[in-house]
């Protein structure tokens, strides 16, 4: 076989295992007949699959083949080198989502509970209108005890291996269970005009209350134990657990897809929250203001003009910038997806774990492209950085990349398919610095929201690495934080916690990726001079969709040159 054959055979092996996470067969329309598998054996099963692709992968010479084919198959190695880890590091780091989202401990907001907090949907939009829908329902539901339970097995034998949850995580953990066990018992019961049949609807109830509400009860029980409060201690961060730092120097490498090292990202970020403070300062000199930027926050906290209550009256707000948006996007795209979108509150049982919210991108089941709200948490809080989330949540930021990388038939599945933390939330956050470009923040207020906006990501260089790679205490990030997040002290607590014992690494990706697309601009800009046009930047970057950055770099390059 060719280079070409050997090349489009590995491809299709690496799709083959990409396609098996439930999250894609949902994305492609397909029915969901099973959850994702958690356990040790699966997470070395798994990596013995993804080395035999890499394998095949590293044999090949990728000079030889054509452009596009070429960046499939670095694609392919890409996502092979995320699910390679698995087996090796899963007592350490595990991966529910099957993204790279590595997570320390399983009853975590971004880790096992997102993973049960993304299913919810498969369930809610489980039709019951064919032959043998309601026993792939009643099968589901036995599937989602199981994967409780092995998420609890895993938290148990990482007890037995003496890594014990941190006693700031078992707090957490205990509230996040109760609620996810709450939700189930509301929301697995099809609705009526889903499911009318009594007898259907019994044999559901029964399903439920025999196999997922004791998984739940299990771990809620097992993590309230004085036992668990004993043995947690107060220390957190990767680098505290034996092998813990070489595997965080890795999620480093793996979030930012550059070969950048802990100190360096970390020194990255107390440079940007320098620069920050200063343009900060600028917005507090031009409206006349004597106080310091938290306390000018404060104030805004405290107007009206700047609150809503409600998750209607919040959605309100995201719609008017928006609108604002809209007449500005041909300007500098040629190419926009045809889905909708739109905001959502977040589910109940999130709220109390996650900041903010998440994007969820369009699919056959909801087509429509949604970034879940924090209601409860924004309705306590100024509103005037609400523009700098909506550019990066919806448009231009994830739903332009996303959405428009699902539609783009020319993209082999694994592209459309693709996650790349550093592209993803690096192209966010470089959207919401275009809207500044833009004028979209159009008062004093909601520019110093868009500068508080990006100083909340920035801190996330210096406490992220701090607490992982250079000791840093909790206390210590999160007094960093609280000088410069200009967040709420719930919102520290829950965010430092998310950096150390939940998902390390994976909040480096979203600064390092916006300035290396920033800097990747002007690289272009400066080369065409005349000739430039930001319309063929953003072409080169969004079109071959979600690609490791010195891909990106080598696409915009082409495109310099094809200009020339």
Not at 187 to 197: F, I
Not at 514 to 540: N, P, T, V
Request: net charge negative; charged share 20%.
């Amino acid at each position: 076989m060719d280079v070409v054959g050997l090349a489009l055979a590995a491809i299709e092996d690496a799709w083959e295992l990409v396609r098996r996470s439930p999250y894609v067969a949902r994305g492609l329309g397909l029915p969901v007949d099973h959850l994702p598998q958690v356990s040790e054996t699966e997470a070395r099963a798994q990596s013995t699959r993804a080395q035999t692709v890499l394998d095949a992968i590293d044999a090949l010479d990728i000079s030889e083949l054509p452009h596009e084919l070429a960046l499939t198959v670095e694609v392919a190695r890409q996502q092979m080198s995320v699910r390679a880890r698995a087996g090796e590091w899963y007592w350490l780091v595990f991966d529910p989502l099957d993204v790279g989202f590595y997570a320390m401990y399983a009853p975590t907001a971004y880790g096992g509970g997102f993973l049960l907090g993304q299913l919810t949907s498969i369930f809610t939009t489980h039709s019951f209108t064919e032959p043998g829908d309601l026993d792939r329902y009643l099968g589901l539901l036995e599937d989602l005890g199981r994967l409780v339970r092995q998420l609890d097995t895993r938290t148990r034998g990482q007890a037995e291996r003496g890594i014990h949850l941190p006693r700031v995580q078992l707090e957490q953990a205990i509230t996040l269970m109760s609620g996810l066990r709450a939700a189930a018992a509301r929301d697995l019961m099809p609705t009526e005009d889903r499911l009318a049949d009594p007898s259907h609807r019994a044999l559901v109830e029964a399903r439920i209350a025999s196999t997922v509400l004791p998984a739940y009860d299990e771990t809620v029980a097992w993590l309230s134990h004085p036992d668990r409060a004993a043995t947690a201690g107060d220390a957190v961060g990767l680098s505290n657990l034996p092998g813990g730092a070489e595997i965080y120097a890795e999620l480093v490498r793996l979030h930012t897809t550059l070969d950048l090292t802990a100190a360096e990202v970390h020194e990255r970020g107390l440079v940007r929250i320098a620069e920050i403070r200063a343009e900060m300062q600028g917005i507090l000199d031009e409206v006349g203001a004597t106080h310091p930027a938290q306390e000018h926050m404060d104030a805004l906290a405290q107007d009206p003009a700047w609150r809503a209550d409600g998750a209607d009256a919040i959605a309100a707000v995201f719609q008017r910038y928006v609108d604002r948006l809209k007449p500005h996007i041909g300007s500098v795209f040629r190419t926009t997806p045809a889905v909708d979108y739109g905001v959502i509150p977040l589910p109940e049982a999130l709220a109390a774990s996650m900041t903010f919210g998440y994007y969820d991108a369009p699919s056959p089941a909801e087509p429509t492209g949604r970034y879940f709200f924090n209601a409860t948490n924004l309705s306590q809080q100024s509103l005037a950085n609400v523009a700098a989330v909506n550019y990066h949540e919806l448009v231009p930021g994830h739903h332009f990349h996303m959405a428009s990388q699902r539609e783009n038939q020319g993209l082999h599945p694994l592209r459309r398919n693709s996650f790349v933390n550093a592209f993803n939330e690096g192209w966010a956050e470089y959207a919401a610095h275009l809207a500044d470009e833009l004028g979209m923040y159009e008062l004093p207020e909601e520019r110093f929201g868009k500068l508080v906006m990006e100083s909340f990501l920035t801190t996330r260089l210096v406490v992220d690495t701090g607490m992982n790679a250079l000791g840093w205490t909790l206390e210590q990030a999160r007094d960093f934080m609280r000088e410069n997040a200009f967040v709420s002290e719930a919102e520290v607590r829950s965010e430092s916690v998310r950096y150390s014992c939940d998902i390390p690494g994976q909040s480096v990706g979203y600064k390092i990726g916006d300035l290396f697309l920033q800097d990747l601009r002007a690289s272009m800009q400066k080369a065409l001079g005349d000739r430039y046009d930001i319309r063929d930047f953003h072409e080169a970057v969004l079109s071959p969709g979600a690609l490791p950055l010195r891909l990106v770099e080598a696409n915009v390059a082409r495109a310099i040159a094809a200009s020339r």
